[in-house]
């Protein structure tokens, strides 16, 4: 019987790109070679083993979104603020439906933020299966003052992140057409970030 092949996992691949990073070029300018050092070891070692899907698994936090964290408070949130008007109206059902699309496409969304398991580590991401609360509301407006007021109460309010998914959708309903707004919190992702996932909403629906 020949012996089995280890398996090499998403971590594994992780450690081995910061090593060979740290060694070949310093501390200072490894994310300058991740991506030419991913290459290198998936074609020695072969394409990660996917996270197991159905049950919660950890990412490590970078520490541009642990400085955001500690920037982030109630009075000045850290949050990415996006907004997709539309001539006409959208269908409520398809919609939720191409949200938890884009939350299957993009396991980033559905994560929250926990303590950290190792010495090194303040936090982590923890992705879990499904969103564990609802961030998708609709609302009426009738004029602009209105869509100003929702505007204005989203952005004043810090996105949380002891739950998933860290960020807040609402379809805004106006008179001459709606308005599917997203507010993501900034450690979470950038504004490429939430383009992304307003992308596979809207390919989803």
Not at 28 to 42: E, K, P, S
Not at 127 to 150: G, K, L, N, Q, S
């Amino acid at each position: 019987m020949k012996p089995r092949r280890p398996e090499t996992g998403a971590g594994a691949v992780r450690l081995l790109r910061r090593a060979v990073a740290l060694v070949v070029v310093g501390a200072t300018g490894r994310a300058l070679w991740y991506r030419a050092v991913d290459a290198f070891i998936l074609f020695v070692l072969g394409k990660p083993t996917p996270p197991p899907r159905g049950r919660p698994y950890r990412e490590p936090v970078d520490a541009v979104a642990e400085g955001i964290v500690h920037l982030d408070s109630p009075v000045e949130p850290w949050s990415v603020h996006l907004e997709l008007e539309l001539d006409g109206s959208l269908d409520e059902a398809r919609l939720r439906t191409a949200v938890d699309v884009a939350f299957d496409r993009h396991p980033r969304a559905r994560a929250r933020m926990v303590t950290g398991s190792g010495p090194r580590r303040r936090y982590e991401w923890e992705v879990t299966p499904a969103p564990e609360r609802d961030p998708f509301d609709v609302v009426h407006c009738r004029d602009d003052d209105a869509i100003a007021a929702v505007r204005e109460e989203l952005v004043s309010r810090a996105v949380p992140l002891q739950a998933s998914p860290p960020l807040r959708l609402r379809l805004v309903r106006r008179p001459d057409g709606d308005t599917l707004v997203l507010n993501l919190h900034h450690a979470a992702g950038d504004a490429m970030a939430g383009l992304v996932f307003l992308q596979s909403v809207a390919r989803a629906y």
